[in-house]
């Protein structure tokens, strides 16, 4: 089964799309390095602002024929090769393939509201042309709505970015208790949380190291944790650049922090596939 990486939090700002663009790459750059038989990975975005597809095609204009809401709007019978039509290469790597965003999924939701089986219009295709990558990585937007819950339903392994100012045990364990929801509640024992992802900390600053430190002993929060991306500077000028951080500098403090997370996510993937 090929693994399906979603990045959800309720919060706005923790570093969604970041982790999600450049755990794509990632990943699709490990696998080729390690000399595996497919390297490919699929990024899809679901998140109407679009910023994971901006920064991976340079573009944000997609729309009614050729992004997500195409796939969300098709026939459920074609939508698996509407779906695969409406994939894009990205201009980070040959590898690294996109499921545009659109500025209309803002209304895909109210469009699909009382529709037959709506929550399941992106993991019913997806399913099926999953196969043909290593690995898939959903960005969501910053809200548990009908799109979020489209993306967990799509995935087999959650993974929630968070700040260090949003580490109170209480939001997290909301977010947590709301994948926990989406698995039971709607019969998909294949999803699983995967991790947290603790992002922009800075160890200078008493509050993040004091909130980290009470994470980290959290009973059931602690075991999460899967990485901490420091606070780095050359992440927005990546972003501003349209480039992975790998990309923009390897040697800084973020580029290592998320090698070092996708190379977790990689020996996981070999495990489950020994």
Request: proline share 5%; aromatic share 6%.
């Amino acid at each position: 089964m090929t693994r399906v990486f979603v990045l959800t939090n309720h919060k706005g700002g923790v570093g969604k799309s970041t982790s999600a663009t450049n755990i794509a790459f990632g990943l699709t750059a490990v696998l080729r390095r390690a000399g595996a038989s497919n390297s490919r990975v699929l990024l899809v975005d679901t998140d109407s602002q679009g910023h994971a597809t901006l920064v991976t095609t340079g573009r944000n204009n997609y729309g009614a024929d050729d992004s997500l809401y195409t796939v969300l709007m098709a026939d459920r019978q074609a939508a698996p090769q509407v779906l695969a039509n409406c994939i894009v290469p990205s201009t980070w790597d040959e590898n690294l393939h996109v499921l545009p965003a659109s500025p209309m999924l803002e209304g895909a939701e109210r469009e699909l509201i009382g529709v037959a089986g709506a929550p399941y219009r992106l993991a019913d295709p997806l399913s099926r042309i999953a196969n043909q990558y290593a690995a898939v990585v959903i960005d969501t937007r910053p809200s548990f709505s009908l799109m979020t819950e489209m993306g967990l339903l799509a995935a087999t392994d959650a993974i929630v970015p968070v700040e260090p100012r949003y580490l109170e045990t209480v939001g997290l364990m909301s977010v947590i208790n709301k994948i926990n929801e989406v698995r039971e509640g709607w019969r998909h024992p294949n999803l699983r949380i995967s991790g947290i992802l603790i992002t922009k900390l800075d160890m200078r600053v008493r509050g993040h190291k004091h909130l980290l430190e009470e994470l980290q002993s959290h009973s059931i929060l602690g075991k999460l944790i899967c990485g901490v991306i420091p606070a780095n500077e050359a992440v927005s000028y990546a972003h501003h650049n349209h480039q992975s951080i790998f990309a923009y500098d390897p040697q800084c403090p973020a580029s290592k922090a998320y090698a070092q997370l996708v190379g977790q996510l990689v020996r996981q993937m070999a495990k489950a596939g020994a």
